[in-house]
Nanobody
Framework: QVQLVESGGGLVQAGGSLRLSCAAS????????MGWYRQAPGKQRELVAA???????NYADSVKGRFTISRDNVKNTLYLQMNSLKPGDTAVYYC??????????????WGQGTLVTVSS
C-alpha cells in the first residue's frame, strides 16, 4: 500500500552537490525507519544513511560530514543532501522504508532507484 519514488539523481562534477528526494504515497499504519542505500555495478548494496521516525540518524563512514539525511513527515518525503561528491559516490541510490501496514505486517518497501554519476 506504500510506494516510494526517488528523484534528484543526475550527472555532477566532483565536488558538486545533489539533493535526492523520496516521496512516499499510499496507506500505512506507520512508517518507521527510512534509509538511503546505494549500489554500484559489481558491488553489494550498502546503507548510506538511515533515519528513524524520531529523526535519529546514522551514516556510513564514507559519507559522514558530506551527506545529510532528513525527513518531512508532513510531506511524507525523505531527503538526502549530498555535498562534496566524489567519483566513488557514483551508484544507483535507493530509498527504503520499514512500514507497518494497516493489517499489521512489517514490510520493506523500496523505490525504483535514481542514478547518481559523479565525474572527475
Amino acid at each position: 500500500q506504500v510506494q516510494l519514488v526517488e528523484s534528484g539523481g543526475g550527472l555532477v562534477q566532483a565536488g558538486g552537490s545533489l539533493r535526492l528526494s523520496c516521496a512516499a504515497s499510499g496507506i500505512a499504519f506507520k512508517i518507521n525507519d527510512m534509509g538511503w542505500y546505494r549500489q554500484a555495478p559489481g558491488k553489494q548494496r550498502e546503507l548510506v544513511a538511515a533515519i528513524t521516525s524520531g529523526d535519529s540518524t546514522n551514516y556510513a563512514d564514507s559519507v559522514k560530514g558530506r551527506f545529510t539525511i532528513s525527513r518531512d513527515n508532513v510531506k511524507n518525503t525523505l531527503y538526502l543532501q549530498m555535498n562534496s561528491l566524489k567519483p566513488g559516490d557514483t551508484a544507483v541510490y535507493y530509498c527504503n522504508a520499514d512500514v507497518l501496514s494497516v493489517n499489521f505486517k512489517n514490510l520493506q518497501v523500496w523505490g525504483q532507484g535514481t542514478l547518481v554519476t559523479v565525474s572527475s
